[in-house]
C-alpha cells in the first residue's frame, strides 16, 4: 500500500484505462464523472474514507468512471495485494466495501428501472401518433 497527494484539478484516475489499483480517501475530496456523447457527467463526490476503482481491481476491466481531485487530496493506494491484506487486517473496511458496493448497486437498478420506464412511455407516445 502507498501513499499519494493529488493537487486540486489533477486527475486520479482516467475512465477506460486499465488499472489494477482502487483508492481510499484519507484527505480531501474527489468528483468521479464519466464522458458521454463529449458531455461530462458528475456521478458522486467521494470524500474522507471513500473508495474508488475497486471495479478494475476485483475484475480486471477497465476503468468505468474518471476521478478528480476537487481540492488537495491525499489517496491511499491499493493493489490486490494489499487490498487482501487490509480486508485480513481490517474486517470492517470490507463490511464498508460490501456496503458501499451494495448502495451502488441497489442505485443503479433504480436508474435503469427509471430510464427503462421512460423509454416505455416514449415508445407509446410515438406509437399512438
Same mark, same amino acid.
Given at each position: 500500500m502507498k501513499i499519494k497527494h493529488y493537487k486540486k484539478g489533477e486527475?486520479? @484516475?482516467?475512465?477506460e484505462t486499465l488499472g489494477g489499483e482502487m483508492y481510499v480517501i484519507i484527505s480531501g475530496k474527489a468528483l468521479v464523472y464519466k464522458m458521454i456523447d463529449g458531455n461530462r457527467i458528475n456521478l458522486a463526490h467521494e470524500e474522507d474514507g471513500d473508495f474508488f476503482g475497486e471495479? &478494475?481491481?476485483l %475484475?480486471? @476491466?477497465p476503468r468505468t468512471a474518471s476521478?478528480?481531485? /476537487?481540492e488537495d487530496t491525499e489517496v491511499m493506494v491499493l &493493489?490486490?495485494?494489499?487490498?487482501? *491484506?487490509? /480486508? %485480513?487486517? *481490517?474486517?470492517r473496511f470490507a463490511l464498508k466495501m460490501a456496503t458501499t458496493m451494495a448502495r451502488r448497486l441497489e442505485e443503479a437498478h433504480r436508474t435503469i428501472s427509471r430510464l427503462e420506464g421512460e423509454r416505455k412511455s416514449l415508445e407509446m407516445l410515438y406509437q399512438t401518433k
Amino acid at each position: 500500500m502507498k501513499i499519494k497527494h493529488y493537487k486540486k484539478g489533477e486527475l486520479i @484516475c482516467q475512465e477506460e484505462t486499465l488499472g489494477g489499483e482502487m483508492y481510499v480517501i484519507i484527505s480531501g475530496k474527489a468528483l468521479v464523472y464519466k464522458m458521454i456523447d463529449g458531455n461530462r457527467i458528475n456521478l458522486a463526490h467521494e470524500e474522507d474514507g471513500d473508495f474508488f476503482g475497486e471495479i &478494475s481491481l476485483l %475484475i480486471n @476491466c477497465p476503468r468505468t468512471a474518471s476521478v478528480e481531485a /476537487v481540492e488537495d487530496t491525499e489517496v491511499m493506494v491499493l &493493489s490486490k495485494t494489499s487490498f487482501i *491484506d487490509k /480486508v %485480513i487486517s *481490517d474486517p470492517r473496511f470490507a463490511l464498508k466495501m460490501a456496503t458501499t458496493m451494495a448502495r451502488r448497486l441497489e442505485e443503479a437498478h433504480r436508474t435503469i428501472s427509471r430510464l427503462e420506464g421512460e423509454r416505455k412511455s416514449l415508445e407509446m407516445l410515438y406509437q399512438t401518433k
